[in-house]
């Protein structure tokens, strides 16, 4: 028999929260880690609710989409505990309404653990018997003023869209938004309630790894708000395999009835269901829905309410009301008791019976409502009232996305940018529309819309580009935050970093990581395994949780490798040691870095542009270089300079085989881009990123064995005879688990040796480095060891080429001063190469970059008020030589 604390007299309890046990067996959660059974997770939230405590109280819980933070939100709402459901990704609001509202008790997660701190051992609050849940309005801002909702506005709204949906407890939905978003949050309560399953994740659909989890899981739904449709279409969703998906949900904000069309199309081809839905937080989650078979002749509708609500359309002065339209005015089972601005409010019972959306609204012949405007959202500017809305719908019919907003001023507007409008043609047309002066209209071309962390229309960070650009404030993430942001916007190019930007997501590739993982070490005493794709305002957290830097510093392998590979390789060729296999071992170090950094996007075209761009930043360097050795010595010949040396005479000796190295590496860089680009490739890979690689190293290991009839190892270029090398180190950043990366281990322990007759220290060399970039992330070393290698590593592909020439000038004079000079001029030869290649690069984005400045600007004196917009696009960076060109 299961037993829970009982909620007091006079309290409720969630029913849903409280009668999970009776699924029994059923699976209640899916993650990354493993599956839960509705039977455990009803023990976890059991003993969970005992060590919350038997007198009410009220509980601050950092949301996340994890299973502690679940089990903690279901226990409380078991037990009777109101909860006060904040943004876990954002600590500053967190602090604020912990100072607002003074809990009793608050939540904290970290390295793994759960930590409840009990502030005291009742309440000082009086609280309501009805209140369950306290949640923002703003999302992420962590403003004082919250949403009261009561255990039937939870329970009657989870019922009403569990109803419509018409979940089953076969289903399974994935946690595409935030916990403590009200639609993030609706797509729980209602899978709970029916005993269906949740894919429990914090992953982007961005992420690969997510649509891995997702199909393994067996998901059945989708939810998404505008913006993750534009990551849809980003990621190739609509050709994604996708067996079991049952319906896809959006809410959040208006989707244009031509995308809404598109999607309800795609899903009647491919199996699955469209519903668009409307709601407030005020409404607890959903007020209506369009049913899906409505969706392709209605596109522009909301729909019709929810089962149990009802609306009615009140006039108002803003319209003429005789085209019947009115403020759309809501009335339901799920209408929040109140607002709250301060402790004392929580003591207080229902204040709203009936909730007046703001929204300008008219119904349909069809009976279906559609939303016109907002009224809240009129401004009034030299005597005209002008509604927003109404701009970005006129903008949308000339093809262009924007967002409006305004004051008496004037009107700011943000258009993403479309060739052939720029703001002087958008600012004429909407002066034209509205007639208003032109210098009343400020426009605002952007790569991207700002939106909120939840996807939406971000309007604040909009407002702000009119005002003048002004020293940034150290608001989101305090000073190191910030200093984090300048610097990944300095090496990266990127003047609209945001806390929530990640080296990945920012463009970021192998190119730039070196100075990167170097600089993020030095300002952050440790490197993160996952530094690459964590974002920043994660970064700026030590090991435990603190800012401070670990005593120990690390260098990440990778660049230990580089580094330690090319004076090897400098230093094997001058004859100072004898220690080669280094151009080898850095074929698996590019092999691992083109699968972290080149395959970190899950959109075919960017992986592709990706690819390119780094193959022409190994290339036309290598090109000039040699076009200018070509020109003072006889060492090369054209073909050298066209990179077809070895591909032409591979049995060839002599000079022209020194740079067989970036010959291979552009060969394969080039195939595996080819080989990517086909549809049915990519998709294998994004759902099988481990069997793909470890496939192609048993092709790579046919002809390391000259298994496949091909001629003699010296009669073939070095390309096919070494691609095996570059296949094991893309296997190895794949490898996820144990088991994986012993596999790639025994593979590479068992075919390196023989491939250097006659060299065992070559082999032996070889093999460590590779279990080193295998199983150790970092190594020990300290703050100058990390300045060099981050040197050498960085310039490593312009040492590689130059030495052939540099070191037999000084070679006479003495073998170490040749080594030293080696290096010195393959440093000054990237120093110039990264100079001239952010000159070009400046110049070419010299127009936009204002309008990144200016939007920079905005978000970080925002960040406090709107949280933070992770805004993927491809990097300018070129600074140092790729890993994988030596």
């Known amino acids: 028999m299961t037993l829970l604390p009982a909620p007091p007299v006079g309290g409720l309890a969630l029913p849903l929260a409280r009668d999970l046990a009776l699924h029994g067996d059923r699976t209640a959660l899916m993650t990354a880690e493993g599956v839960v059974?509705?039977?455990?997770?009803?023990?976890?939230?059991?003993?969970?609710?005992?060590?919350?405590?038997?007198?009410?109280?009220?509980?601050?819980?950092?949301?996340?989409?994890?299973?502690?933070?679940?089990?903690?939100?279901?226990?409380?709402?078991?037990?009777?505990?109101?909860?006060?459901?904040?943004?876990?990704?954002?600590?500053?609001?967190?602090?604020?309404?912990?100072?607002?509202?003074?809990?009793?008790?608050?939540?904290?997660?970290?390295?793994?653990?759960?930590?409840?701190?009990?502030?005291?051992?009742?309440?000082?609050?009086?609280?309501?018997?009805?209140?369950?849940?306290?949640?923002?309005?703003?999302?992420?801002?962590?403003?004082?003023?919250?949403?009261?909702?009561?255990?039937?506005?939870?329970?009657?709204?989870?019922?009403?869209?569990?109803?419509?949906?018409?979940?089953?407890?076969?289903?399974?939905?994935?946690?595409?938004?935030?916990?403590?978003y009200c639609y993030g949050l609706s797509v729980i309560h209602s899978h709970l309630l029916r005993g269906a399953g949740l894919v429990l994740t914090g992953l982007s659909v961005a992420d690969t790894c997510f649509w891995d989890l997702f199909r393994t899981a067996g998901g059945t739904a989708l939810a998404g708000v505008p913006y993750t449709f534009d990551l849809l279409d980003r990621v190739g969703f609509a050709d994604m395999d996708l067996p079991h998906l049952r319906y896809v949900t959006q809410a959040g904000g208006r989707l244009a009835p031509e995308?809404?069309?598109?999607?309800?199309?795609?899903?009647?081809?491919?199996?699955?269901?469209?519903?668009?839905?409307?709601?407030?937080?005020?409404?607890?989650?959903?007020?209506?829905?369009?049913?899906?078979?409505?969706?392709?002749?209605?596109?522009?509708?909301?729909?019709?309410?929810?089962?149990?609500?009802?609306?009615?359309?009140?006039?108002?002065?803003?319209?003429?009301?005789?085209?019947?339209?009115?403020?759309?005015?809501?009335?339901?089972?799920?209408?929040?008791?109140?607002?709250?601005?301060?402790?004392?409010?929580?003591?207080?019972?229902?204040?709203?019976?009936?909730?007046?959306?703001?929204?300008?609204?008219?119904?349909?012949?069809?009976?279906?409502?559609?939303?016109?405007?907002?009224?809240?959202?009129?401004?009034?500017?030299?005597?005209?009232r002008i509604d927003p809305r109404q701009i970005e719908a006129m903008l949308e019919r000339h093809g262009l996305d924007a967002l409006c907003t305004g004051d008496d001023e004037g009107l700011a507007i943000a258009v993403a940018r479309r060739p052939g409008w720029d703001e002087r043609r958008i600012r004429r047309r909407v002066a034209e529309e509205c007639g208003l002066p032109a210098r009343t209209v400020h426009v605002h071309v952007l790569p991207d819309l700002p939106r909120l962390p939840t996807g939406k229309p971000d309007y604040q960070a909009v407002r702000a580009l009119n005002r003048p650009a002004e020293h940034p404030a150290h608001v989101t993430g305090g000073a190191d935050t910030d200093d984090l942001c300048a610097l990944y916007a300095r090496l990266l190019d990127r003047p609209d970093v945001t806390p929530g930007s990640s080296f990945v997501s920012l463009g970021g590739d192998s190119l730039s990581y070196v100075e990167m993982s170097i600089r993020l070490e030095q300002r952050l005493g440790h490197l993160p395994h996952s530094w690459h794709t964590t974002p920043i305002r994660e970064l700026r957290q030590g090991p435990n949780g603190q800012g401070r830097p670990r005593r120990r510093r690390t260098v990440e392998t990778s660049v230990a490798l580089r580094a330690v590979a090319i004076m090897c390789v400098v230093g094997s060729h001058i004859g100072i040691f004898a220690l080669r296999g280094g151009a080898h071992l850095l074929l698996a170090v590019a092999g691992f870095n083109f699968a972290r950094f080149l395959l970190s996007s899950p959109e075919r075209r960017e992986r592709t542009h990706r690819t390119a761009r780094s193959i022409a930043r190994i290339a036309v360097p290598t090109m000039a270089w040699t076009a200018f050795a070509l020109l003072i010595s006889d060492d090369y010949d054209l073909s050298n300079v066209l990179l077809v040396h070895n591909a032409l005479w591979p049995e060839a000796g002599g000079r022209g085989i020194h740079l067989w190295f970036v010959e291979a590496l552009v060969y394969i860089l080039l195939v595996m881009t080819a080989l990517l680009a086909i549809p049915l490739v990519h998709r294998w890979e994004r759902r099988f990123p481990y069997v793909l690689p470890v496939t192609l190293v048993g092709i790579g290991l046919l002809t390391r064995y000259e298994l496949v009839g091909l001629p003699d190892r010296a009669q073939i270029t070095d390309a096919v005879t070494v691609f095996w090398l570059f296949a094991l180190g893309w296997a190895a950043a794949r490898s996820s688990t144990v088991p994986q990366r012993l596999l790639v281990t025994i593979a590479a322990l068992a075919s390196v040796p023989g491939f250097f007759p006659g060299e065992p220290r070559r082999e032996l060399f070889v093999m460590v480095g590779f279990c080193l970039l295998v199983w150790c992330p970092a190594l020990p070393s300290s703050g100058r060891i990390n300045q060099l290698a981050g040197l050498l590593a960085g310039s490593s592909l312009a040492i590689y080429l130059t030495h052939w020439q540099i070191y037999p000038i000084f070679d006479g004079l003495s073998k170490h001063l040749a080594f030293v000079m080696s290096l010195l001029f393959g440093v000054a030869y990237a120093a110039g190469v990264a100079w001239l290649i952010q000159r070009i690069s400046a110049l070419r984005g010299s127009d936009r970059t204002p309008h990144f400045r200016r939007l920079g600007v905005a978000r970080t004196r925002l960040r406090r008020e709107v949280g933070r917009h992770d805004s993927p696009a491809g990097s300018l960076e070129d600074r140092r030589a790729d890993s994988r060109g030596q």
């Open 259 to 384: 995308r809404v069309r598109h999607y309800a199309e795609l899903g009647a081809r491919r199996g699955w269901d469209l519903f668009v839905m409307y709601g407030q937080t005020e409404a607890t989650a959903r007020m209506a829905y369009l049913p899906a078979s409505l969706a392709i002749e209605h596109p522009g509708a909301i729909g019709m309410p929810v089962p149990g609500g009802s609306f009615h359309l009140e006039p108002v002065e803003e319209t003429p009301g005789n085209d019947g339209t009115g403020e759309l005015v809501y009335t339901g089972p799920n209408v929040m008791l109140g607002y709250a601005h301060s402790p004392e409010d929580l003591a207080l019972g229902r204040t709203v019976d009936v909730l007046r959306t703001g929204d300008l609204a008219r119904r349909t012949e069809a009976g279906l409502y559609e939303i016109v405007g907002r009224r809240s959202r009129f401004v009034k500017i030299l005597g005209l």
């Open 37 to 180: 059974s509705y039977r455990d997770l009803a023990g976890r939230v059991e003993d969970t609710a005992r060590r919350l405590g038997l007198e009410r109280r009220l509980i601050l819980l950092p949301g996340a989409n994890t299973v502690d933070a679940l089990v903690v939100h279901l226990a409380a709402l078991s037990a009777g505990h109101p909860v006060l459901l904040v943004p876990g990704d954002h600590p500053e609001a967190v602090e604020s309404l912990t100072a607002a509202y003074d809990p009793d008790v608050v939540v904290h997660f970290g390295s793994g653990e759960c930590r409840i701190e009990e502030r005291r051992p009742g309440s000082a609050h009086d609280l309501h018997p009805d209140l369950a849940l306290l949640l923002s309005t703003s999302g992420s801002t962590g403003s004082p003023k919250l949403v009261r909702l009561s255990y039937e506005n939870l329970q009657a709204n989870a019922e009403s869209i569990a109803t419509y949906l018409g979940i089953r407890d076969t289903d399974r939905a994935a946690t595409t938004l935030p916990m403590h």
